[in-house]
Structures are given as structure tokens and as C-alpha cells.
């Protein structure tokens, strides 16, 4: 069966540290990859998607992801964070065969100021 | 605003009555889709459409779920015979369809509570 895993539930990061969020997806042909953000009262806003093409895939508010076919990972990354930058992060999969998205249960990320 | 839709945004029930929501796709969007979001989890697909087409429905929708998407544009959702286990966060989006699997835009979703 399909499934996205997101081993951290919460983690908190100094303002300005690095981050990184980790994402490990079920064995697919062909996933289709997504990163989404969901800040309290706001609706999911995607973040960054691969489909194909180069594996390190830019995003928007200066987030990255890498795609490792071999680790069946999927990985957010930003060098700098920004107080702004707390909410839950939810990476996601779906497959060309069908329509729907498979969430992972989410990553909550606190700043530290 | 071009983006999804939804309403209501809260809705408070009491066990064993119907609700029902609503959801606006963006224009010209083909395909919709309804999720729902139980606090501290991911969504979970539960049905989406092509046009007016249902195409596809989870096993989490029970016989008391329904939807609806008449003319390819809105789509409802209802749910018959509240339980305490439906409150969560229904939440709706769309796509354009075109192709393979594509962007979904989500709405802010409706907040269900059964009390």
C-alpha cells in the first residue's frame, strides 16, 4: 500500500539554524512528490512538488527538497529559518495511476527565538 | 479571490442530526477532490470527481457520506447521522486535470464538531 512516513512529530530550531524534515514514501513507479505547509487557521499551501527532471527541486519562502530514489526519501530543507516559518509540514505522494495524495501525519515546527 | 472555497467554515452539531457542506473549485478546475483532517494527522482522501463524475470514494466513506457535484462546478458533502468520530476538519480541493496527477489547491476547510 501507499504511504508517506514523517518520523518527527515536532521539532523546534533556533531562528536562523539550519532545517531539515524528513520525508520516506512507500515504493512506487514513478511517485510524484509534495511538500505542503499549514499554518493555524490557513488552508494547505504546497510548497514544492517533483514530478520528473532534477532531483533537487526549489520551492517558495526559500525551501528546497532532494528526491533519493534509493532511500525512497524525500526531504525538506531551508539553510535559514524564519519565526514565520512555524506550522505543520506535511509531505505527501501520489501516483500517476491515480488521482488521489497520500499525506504523511505531519511535522509540527516550533522557532526558538 | 480565485481560490477554493468553502462553507461553512465552523459547524457545530449535535450527534444524529444531517450537515452538509459546500465547496467552490477554482473556475475551469476539472477535477475536485474532499479530504478529511483528524487533529495531529495528515489528510486523508476520501472522494474526488472528474467534471460531474465521481470516480473514486475511500473506504472511510461510511453509507452516512455522500457527495455531490451536479453540474461539474460546486460539490457537497453530506453527512447523515453525525457520530462524535466524524468531527475533524473537512477540507476541499481541485485541480486542473489536465495530464497526470497535478497540483491540488485547497480550500480552508470546514470545521466539524459533534457534540
Not at chain 1, 76 to 104: M, N, Q, T
Not at chain 2, 60 to 81: C, H, Y
Request: glycine share 10%.
Amino acid at each position: 500500500a501507499q504511504s508517506v512516513t514523517q518520523p518527527d512529530i515536532h521539532i523546534t530550531v533556533s531562528e536562523g539554524a539550519s532545517l531539515e524534515l524528513r520525508c520516506n514514501y512507500s515504493y512506487g513507479a514513478t511517485p510524484y512528490l509534495f511538500w505542503y505547509v499549514q499554518s493555524p487557521g490557513q488552508g494547505l499551501q504546497l510548497l514544492l512538488k517533483y514530478f520528473s527532471g532534477d532531483t533537487l527541486v526549489q520551492g517558495i519562502k526559500g525551501f528546497e527538497a532532494e528526491f533519493k530514489r534509493s532511500q525512497s526519501s524525500f526531504n525538506l530543507r531551508k539553510p535559514s529559518v524564519h519565526w514565520s516559518d512555524a506550522a505543520e509540514y506535511f509531505c505527501a505522494v501520489g501516483y500517476s495511476s491515480a488521482s488521489k495524495i497520500i499525506f504523511g501525519s505531519g511535522t509540527r515546527l516550533s522557532i526558538r527565538p | 479571490d480565485t481560490g477554493v472555497s468553502q462553507d461553512p467554515r465552523h459547524k457545530i452539531t449535535k450527534r444524529g442530526q444531517n450537515v452538509t457542506f459546500r465547496c467552490d473549485p477554482i473556475s475551469e478546475h476539472n477535477r475536485l477532490y474532499w479530504y478529511r483532517q483528524t487533529l495531529g494527522q495528515g489528510p486523508e482522501f476520501l472522494t474526488y470527481f472528474q467534471n460531474e463524475a465521481q470516480l473514486e470514494k475511500s473506504r472511510l466513506l461510511s453509507d452516512r457520506f455522500s457527495a455531490e457535484r451536479p453540474k461539474g462546478s460546486f460539490s457537497t458533502l453530506e453527512i447523515q447521522r453525525t457520530e462524535q468520530g466524524d468531527s475533524a476538519m473537512y477540507l476541499c480541493a481541485s485541480s486542473t486535470g489536465q495530464g497526470g496527477l497535478n497540483e491540488q489547491f485547497f480550500g480552508p476547510g470546514t470545521r466539524l464538531t459533534v457534540l
